[in-house]
């Protein structure tokens, strides 16, 4: 089946097209690099794995509640809308939420794959294209495993959010060769990270838990990419291009705080997008979980050297201003330390079990 008799809505034409704007960069000199990104680099060629053999496929999933949060996080809980529903509707209504969220992640994902082979091509230094070629591979398994995971798992998809789409298109159509860093390594990919974290520590289902958290394995060392190529560069601007950048920032940070309303999916039950809109303002989950969204984002802005008063401003609005102080690191080591952590407990757990049946088979042995 192919994957346009999935979608819960026209997604449109089967190609979208942005014009490509600036150039590509070739640089001579072979040599010299930073230390630090080629260590990146080293990082990231280490930790390639296979999405089809890291991830236990074969785990059972509830297509009608594959990722187990409570009903409480749903924006209608508790609403007349909720108390007049069935539990079929229920049933139905956990499923499109969660095709809704893992179709963002893969529409974000293949974003990331584009805008990875973007900087590749347009970056002129010779580390940041080595690093950003192994992003791109990161970012196809991404894709192969969200990709399945709607397909195999939920069986729906959801087109692209408008949200989203235009943040994608802004990064793209820009011909400056930051950019593409800054609107996906830090805007995109550092709300993919706090979303996917927030998932992963809440879901009680095995299979979800691992795609997340293999995945947040990666992201983190892409966070860690974009905050060491642009702070170098960033102190090199001049105040006036130093705003331009901020400015951006601040459109897509109220782009990304918008897109996560998932009007869409309640407009399939029959409620009016004015108060669909109303209802997301007033759910206290969806104001917590948009200000977690932003914290991997906000002190990853104030380490590049973005923190000038219009944008300070800007987050003052949000209420996310003092997530500047928090420690991007500590968060990235904990990635890092969950994932190792997942990886021992599920081979010790394979050890045990390969250890039990040669046991019992030299046991029916003996017998014999």
């Not at 079929?88 to 499923?95: I, M, P, V």
């Not at 709607?150 to 408008?162: S, V, W």
């Not at 983190?220 to 001049?238: E, I, P, W």
């Not at 590049?304 to 201003?321: K, N, P, S, T």
Request: aromatic share 10%; net charge negative.
């Amino acid at each position: 089946m192919t994957t346009r008799k999935l979608y819960a809505h026209d997604p449109g034409g089967p190609v979208w097209e942005i014009p490509a704007a600036g150039a590509a960069r070739f640089g001579w000199e072979y040599e010299d690099g930073r230390e630090r990104l080629l260590a990146l680099y080293q990082k990231g060629k280490d930790k390639q794995w296979d999405a089809g053999r890291r991830i236990d496929w074969d785990l059972e999933v509830d297509p009608y509640d594959p990722v187990g949060v409570p009903d409480e996080n749903l924006m209608i809980y508790g609403t007349p809308y909720w108390t007049k529903m069935s539990e079929a509707d229920k049933r139905e209504l956990r499923r499109r939420f969660a095709s809704w969220q893992f179709s963002q992640f893969l529409h974000g994902e293949q974003g990331a794959l584009v805008c990875a082979s973007r900087i590749t091509e347009s970056v002129p230094d010779l580390d940041a294209k080595f690093y950003s070629a192994t992003q791109a591979m990161d970012e196809a398994r991404h894709v192969e495993i969200y990709s399945r995971f709607l397909h195999e798992k939920i069986g729906m998809l959801y087109p692209i959010n408008p949200s989203l789409q235009s943040l994608l298109d802004d990064t793209l159509r820009d011909s400056r060769w930051d950019m593409p860093y800054l609107g996906m390594q830090v805007l995109i990919e550092g709300l993919a990270l706090a979303a996917f974290g927030m998932l992963r520590d809440t879901t009680n289902r095995p299979l979800p838990k691992q795609i997340l958290t293999y995945v947040m394995q990666d992201e983190a060392r892409h966070v860690a990419f974009g905050r060491m190529a642009l702070r170098d560069y960033y102190k090199q601007l001049s105040d006036a291009e130093r705003r331009e950048r901020e400015e951006f920032v601040v459109e897509g940070c109220y782009l990304m705080r918008d897109r996560l309303r998932g009007t869409e999916v309640l407009a399939d039950f029959g409620i009016p997008q004015a108060e669909a809109e109303e209802l997301s303002e007033r759910s206290e989950f969806l104001q917590f979980f948009r200000k977690l969204l932003f914290s991997r984002i906000v002190p990853c802005v104030k380490d590049i050297g973005l923190w000038g008063e219009g944008l300070q401003r800007a987050y003052v609005e949000m209420g996310v201003l003092e997530l500047g102080d928090s420690s991007l690191d500590q968060l990235m080591r904990q990635d890092e330390e969950i994932a190792e952590q997942l990886d021992a407990e599920r081979f010790a757990a394979e050890e045990a079990a390969r250890a039990a049946e040669v046991a019992a088979a030299i046991e029916a042995g003996a017998e014999d």
